[in-house]
């Protein structure tokens, strides 16, 4: 039997958050082997039906889950800080926004600033082209992609994300056994694969691919309307329009994966998800049973709340 409803998740410190319908669980690992569980509601931001429509509902379901997330990740934190007798709490309303303004800011600042002014540097070094040439957003584009792999594998030899990487391995295989079907065991969920198609990964790598795309046919086509004539302000307002431009990317980029998540037996949809499975085997690491158990309690308490 298929699964009765679609679930997702994320792997935060020492557990595993999974998402059904309007309810999350996070379930947590703590230093004695026990397992704490907590079912939430699920913060929306797309309770308007207009903010439900097709390439409008994608900025905001990306914004909801990081609130979710942070949230998430906030209270594994806490879990450890018990264990390890440090003071912690919940993050207030102010901390959270915060938090989430710098973590926009960093990835911004990362995957857009970071890449159009190393291009520009390719211009002055006589490599590429102006701002509204192919060749610098090709540098642009392939820059974007470099900086990316290169994170992901910066951060996989640290020891913690590591952990983290085998929960989201675990997270993975969970859900494919639920959405076959299948018993909710160790023993069930061990033979499945730790690659998904609907994975955070592989919608950041759509949301890069969209994002060179449409920077390369936008920004020069918005450049014939108004372009200033000093250097800098000119690649200041650039480097704006590419931020904002980052709402419709994200917009369309969460309809590819939609798509491709609802057809994955299709080659189209094969072809478009290898990438990102591809970026997976990066951020994904095989889990052992006591991780797979943990997964299993988040999403047992996700969809059946009122049993936890």
């Known amino acids: ?119 520009l540097g390719m211009e002055l070094l006589g490599l590429g082209g102006d701002v509204d040439s192919l060749s610098f957003h090709a540098w642009d584009g392939l820059i974007k992609m470099i900086v990316f792999v290169g994170y992901i ?32 065991s160790p023993a069930s969920s061990r033979f499945y694969s730790r690659l998904h198609p609907r994975c955070g990964t592989a919608f950041l790598l759509f949301v890069l691919a969209v994002s060179i795309v449409l920077y390369a046919v936008l920004v020069p086509w918005l450049l014939t309307f108004y372009s200033p004539e000093h250097f800098a302000v000119k690649h200041l307002y650039i480097v704006g329009m590419k931020l904002f431009l980052m709402i419709p990317v994200s917009c369309v980029a969460y309809e590819m994966i939609k798509f491709a998540g609802k057809y994955s037996r299709n080659w189209l949809c094969k072809l478009l998800c290898w990438p990102g499975l591809m970026m997976q085997l990066l951020t994904t690491k095989e889990p052992d049973d006591s991780q797979l158990e943990v997964a299993i309690a988040a999403l047992r308490c996700a969809v059946n709340a009122e049993e936890c």
């Open 1 to 119: 039997m298929a699964a009765p409803q679609a679930v997702g998740g994320q792997a935060v410190i020492e557990g595993v958050m999974m998402r059904a319908r309007d309810n999350l669980a996070i379930a947590v690992r703590k230093a004695d082997g026990e397992i704490v569980t907590e079912v939430r509601p699920w913060f929306t931001m797309v309770r308007h039906p207009l903010l439900k429509k097709p390439f409008l509902r994608g900025f905001p379901v990306l914004m909801e889950t990081m609130v979710n997330g942070i949230k998430a990740l906030n209270y594994s934190a806490m879990q450890a800080a018990e264990d390890s007798e440090e003071e912690g709490g919940e993050l207030t309303t102010w901390h959270l926004v915060l938090t989430m303004v710098v973590a926009l800011g960093a990835a911004l600042g990362l995957f857009v600033v970071v890449p159009h002014f190393l291009s």
């Open 153 to 184: 594998l910066a951060i996989s030899y640290i020891p913690d994300i590591r952990r983290v990487f085998q929960y989201h391995g675990a997270e993975h295989k969970v859900i494919w056994t639920w959405e076959e079907g299948k018993e909710l």
